[in-house]
């Protein structure tokens, strides 16, 4: 489909790959091939940017050169796409074509923008290091930044006649914000003495002294600040004692004062968080799968800091109920992207596509230099950038695999090894309800590795495993509905043994065991269900269950007063899973006064068993109080002239004369109060 009038341009490289201009352009106006783009042909170029049409040119390496020629002609439609390390640039003597047009034709998707959000920096920078060259480095950022020294050793230190900035003393106890709001307590906090000689001297030293700043730059070589802290905005951590990456950090610092703008990574709906209902705790996967340590609980909800998350989206791909979901980009837009990969490659003829998902900071450079210097990508290998590949769940997974990939492969860096918990437990849910589906496993691989050879090597040695499905359902709805539509496909595609997934403990799917012979029908557990899988009806003392909407978050059992309820975890295929099914019923118990079905037999049973000794129902007549329903209760209460709504004397409140008095009585405080 031709989604405008955009103009394709597309260049060989000096015929360094194949191409094959009339079959790339299906999503495109029209096509323009050369050999030299960006060199000899550079008049084409210039050409087209005269006019207001919008250009696409699948080239990225001369993108610098192209923008700047773009604005000086005025022209504003530009955009860029890389087929040659991507594609062009393979040993494979396989086609190239179907994975050119996919590129192109996913390159041509609209993209829902993400949220931004404002963040000022004034430029106060905190320095934390050790002697001479952490001296050194404040100078040098001080040319552009605010900075304070916070020195851990004075070591080699010579100070010079004239102090730029201030110098401090001691060790950070604690530190919390991100750019623009960092907030650090500091003990052995002492001020250096301005008559210091021959070496710093420090003025009385001081515990839990508070500060704020802007930008830290911590060249301590003590552990890291924060966790991930890698990806925290504002913070720069080094070696000391390697003075190129401490140059590259300071490079990278100095521009830190001002105006920034950050995406919002994910979005938060606490209409369906499943964290926290009644007090009692439920489903705490994104905090816990969160290494930016960004989300926090807060009663029955979480809530993200925006400045401290980093976007690895963890929290999005573990989430049962999509309360928390990427938006960089959102669902919809990256599931259609990863279809419109499958669907374009399959109809350019391309054969057993495998979809390579990786982030630009890692596996892009990874890409280049096995295009470079190695056999690069395979022809079937079809590459999808992300902003970072630890936030791919299962729903992207089973929606690739319905789409008609036939394997998925998530490079990541191994040197953040920490934040690929979630992918791990995803694909292990992805593979066994492919089992469970009857297909083939392996389908999920997980790569990480920072060696090009070894990354090539692995793709290269890939099985050319069966196909499981073409039919990718549209992605609408929810989390849960876009799943379930995907899986449904990848299980009709199938041959299921059984209607009946079994699946493991932390899995957002499954059903709920009730103790028929312990539940009372209180209720409890519908009240607290975040999912509306548990329901009670109004006519009748039914206990239903929606298995569709159960996200086995355990609210209910710890809720249960009877300890009844036990969670299952499956995968139901059966055609009346959406639909509510009875759990438990019982005979409703009827106002022995006045006829009115008012409770459960069972509850009231429960309730009498509980009270049995109490002194307050040792009468038949105050026991018969439990069978009547709340306005005969009230009516027996008043019937003798006793007022129900009485409010009992308030305890006399106890003096210092009333223990003298009772002391002096030799009686105990209570028998004296008492006494009145």
């Known amino acids: 489909m031709v989604l405008d009038a955009t103009k394709l341009f597309v260049c060989n490289c ?37 006019t207001k049409t919008p250009i696409c040119i699948a080239c990225t390496q001369e993108r610098p050169l192209f923008e700047e020629i773009a604005a000086e002609a005025g022209h504003r439609a530009l955009s860029f796409v890389n087929i040659r390390e991507m594609a062009g640039w393979t040993a494979d003597k396989t086609s190239t074509t179907p994975k050119m047009a996919a590129l192109l034709a996913a390159a041509k998707l609209p993209a ?46 010579v100070l010079p006649s004239e102090l730029p900035f201030p110098v401090f003393a001691g060790r950070v106890a604690s530190a919390g914000g991100s750019l623009g709001a960092f907030h650090l307590v ?8 301005p008559s210091s000689r021959a070496r710093p001297e420090f003025a009385m030293a001081r515990d839990g002294a508070s500060t704020s700043c802007s930008v830290i730059f911590d060249m301590s070589g003590d552990p890291a600040l924060f966790t991930r802290a890698h990806g925290r905005d504002g913070y720069f951590r080094t070696d000391p004692g390697n003075p190129v990456a401490v140059l590259e950090a300071v490079l990278e610092a100095s521009d830190y004062a001002g105006s920034f703008e950050k995406p919002i990574y994910v979005t938060y709906d606490a209409s369906i968080c499943a964290h926290e209902r009644s007090r009692k705790t439920g489903c705490t996967k994104c905090i816990d799968q969160c290494p930016a340590g960004a989300i926090t609980g807060q009663g029955d909800i979480i809530v993200v800091d925006p400045g401290i998350c980093g976007g690895c989206g963890n929290c999005a791909a573990h989430c049962p109920t999509g309360a928390v979901a990427y938006a960089y980009p959102t669902r919809t837009d990256q599931i259609s992207r990863v279809q419109t990969l499958s669907r374009t490659f399959l109809a350019a003829g391309g054969q057993a596509p495998v979809l390579l998902l990786h982030d630009a900071g890692h596996g892009t450079p990874l890409i280049g230099a096995m295009a470079r210097f190695g056999r690069g990508l395979p022809a079937r290998v079809i590459p999808l950038e992300m902003h970072a590949t630890s936030g791919v769940g299962h729903d992207l997974m089973a929606a690739a695999l319905a789409a008609g990939f036939r394997q998925i492969v998530v490079l990541g ?15 292990q849910l992805m593979e066994t309800l492919l089992a469970g589906f009857g297909h083939k496993t392996g389908r999920v691989v997980t790569l990480l590795e920072a060696d090009p050879d070894q990354v090539e090597a692995a793709l290269y040695a890939l099985p050319e495993l069966p196909e499981v499905s073409r039919a990718a359902p549209i992605p609408l709805g929810g989390k849960r509905e876009v799943t379930r539509a995907a899986l449904g496909v990848l299980a009709a595609a199938g041959k299921p043994v059984s ?11 499954g059903t709920v065991l009730v103790d028929t012979a312990a539940c009372t029908l209180c209720m409890a557990c519908v009240s607290s269900c975040p999912a509306d899988a548990l329901r009670d009806t109004p006519e009748t003392t039914q206990l239903r269950f929606v298995e569709a909407a159960c996200v086995q978050c355990g609210i209910c059992a710890a809720t249960c007063p009877e300890s009844a309820i036990t969670l299952q975890p499956r995968y139901n295929l059966a055609n009346n899973v959406m639909q509510p099914q009875t759990l438990h019923e019982d005979e409703p118990a009827c106002c022995t006064s006045c006829g009115k079905a008012f409770a459960a037999a069972g509850m009231l049973r429960a309730v009498e068993r509980r009270l049995q000794g109490n002194w307050m129902f040792d009468t038949d007549e105050r026991r018969a109080l439990i069978h009547m329903c709340e306005d005969c209760r009230l009516e027996s209460l008043s019937r003798d002239g006793a007022d129900p709504f009485a409010i009992a004397h308030p305890r006399r ?24």
């Not at 209607?499 to 799917?509: D, Q, R």
């Not at 409140?653 to 109060?673: C, H, M, P, V």
């Open 653 to 676: 409140t106890r003096t210092t004369d009333d223990y003298l008095e009772a002391g002096r009585r030799g009686l105990t405080i209570d028998d004296f109060l008492n006494e009145d």
């Open 413 to 427: 860096d191994p040197h953040k090894t920490e934040e690929f918990g979630a992918v791990a437990e995803e694909s």
């Open 112 to 157: 829902t923008p993400a949220r931004l959000r404002s963040i000022e920096s004034d430029g106060l920078c905190l320095v934390i290091g050790k002697g001479q060259s952490a001296f050194d480095t404040a100078l040098r950022l001080n040319r552009t930044l605010s900075v304070t020294l916070l020195l851990t050793g004075i070591d080699d230190l």
């Open 499 to 509: 209607s009946l997934v079994p699946l493991s403990g932390s899995a957002p799917y």
């Open 14 to 50: 000096e015929k360094t790959m194949a191409l094959d201009p009339s079959r790339l352009g299906s999503a495109y106006g029209e096509v323009s091939s050369h050999h030299h783009l960006c060199r000899s042909e550079m008049g084409v170029i210039e050409t087209a940017f005269a």
């Open 186 to 193: 500091v003990d052995g906090y002492a001020a250096m003495l």
